[in-house]
């Protein structure tokens, strides 16, 4: 009865401010600003939401780019190997709420069509990274560093054959894991082109559909351990893809200037050329040099396992709602 009155009293706590969505993608050091949920204030090659709360449930439609999502306008150049960084916000401009489960990354092909075009559920995920718990630290998650206004870093791997590609960097707070179906999805969804000469593809056994590469009986995803320091996470989906390059890790907050271009400004990218240009119509195939600038330093470096629903952020309180469960839980336990 004691830990059903603590579901209870969270449940009527206001959660305006305790959701989120990527409010900017930094690729190869050039900033790209992402709409906030609902609101269309210019182009970008991040998917907008409808609404920064979570995708509930691993069969929801919506898993596959979140809630709602529409197709950007624009599909932005990037290369092999190059260093991507997200930003995670929550509602009112508050730094991310949540410090309760991994962040995975998948990228899938856009095929033949231009991602701005491109809307298959049947689409093919393949995993490029995942972030669970910090090194020989149990008791903390990387996801933990968002909520100081970190940002998440990575590379693409290092010989991906040239074309469109959608990025899906996802969080799954698992707060409420506890109980089946409570687990909280946050994916986002990036348009990019990349250049170069790669050749490498996924191998069939690499891949999922969103959804489908899920279940909400999956150990990582139904976790009533979820609050025990000593627990071992089993992160949910396929392994990490034979595609994928190094390690991500959180990194300091983005500083690069982002803006949303002008009307007349570009909707599509040639891959890995650092300019976007509105007359380009197909994936790109030529090649391209990378850039090698990036953001800031890393804080936590992960080792990745083998291959074998309001939004105007007006409710805010100060402490997140998983930290104050962990208090409560263990409270109850004693």
């Known amino acids: 009865m004691k830990n059903l009155s603590i579901f209870a ?37 991040i998917r907008i939401i409808s609404d920064n709360g979570p995708v509930k449930g691993a069969s ?38 949540h410090n309760t489960g991994p962040m995975m990354t998948y990228m899938a092909s856009c095929g033949s069509t231009t991602c701005d075009k491109f809307d298959d559920h049947n689409a093919e995920w393949f995993k490029i990274d995942e972030a669970g718990k910090k ?30 590609y959608l990025i899906r960097h996802e969080i799954i707070a698992l707060h409420l894991a506890v109980t089946k179906g409570g687990a909280e999805f946050y994916p986002s969804c990036t348009q990019v082109r990349i250049g170069g000469n790669g050749n490498g593809t996924p191998s069939s056994d690499e891949t999922v559909t ?86 800031s330093s890393a804080k936590c470096h992960l080792k990745k396992r083998s291959a074998d629903n309001s939004t105007d952020g007006s409710t805010l309180y100060p402490r997140h709602i998983s930290r104050v469960m962990a208090r409560l839980l263990h409270g109850s336990r004693h």
């Open 9 to 45: 009293a969270l449940a009527a706590l206001p959660l305006v401010a305790a959701h989120g969505f990527v409010s900017q993608v930094v690729i190869d050091g050039k900033a790209y600003a992402g709409n906030p949920p609902g609101e269309n204030k210019g182009a970008s090659p």
């Open 210 to 295: 969103f959804p489908g590469g899920y279940s909400d009986t999956d150990p990582g995803i139904f976790d009533p351990t979820v609050f025990d320091s000593d627990s071992k996470y089993v992160f949910p989906g396929p392994p990490i893809s034979k595609l994928a390059a190094t390690d991500g890790e959180s990194s300091a907050p983005v500083t690069a200037s982002a803006a949303f271009p002008s009307a007349s400004g570009s909707s599509t990218g040639e891959g890995g050329n650092g300019n976007a240009s509105a007359t380009s119509s197909s994936p790109a195939a030529t090649a391209s040099t990378k850039s090698t600038s990036g953001s």
């Open 135 to 164: 090194p020989n630290d149990d008791s903390t998650w990387v996801q933990a560093d968002l909520m100081k206004g970190d940002s998440y870093s990575l590379n693409l791997p290092d010989n991906l054959a040239p074309g469109d």
């Open 60 to 97: 929801n439609q919506d898993l596959f780019c979140g809630l709602k999502a529409q197709p950007a306008e624009m599909v932005v150049p990037a290369n092999s190997g190059s260093k991507v960084s997200f930003q995670w916000m929550a509602g009112g401009g508050q730094n991310w709420p």
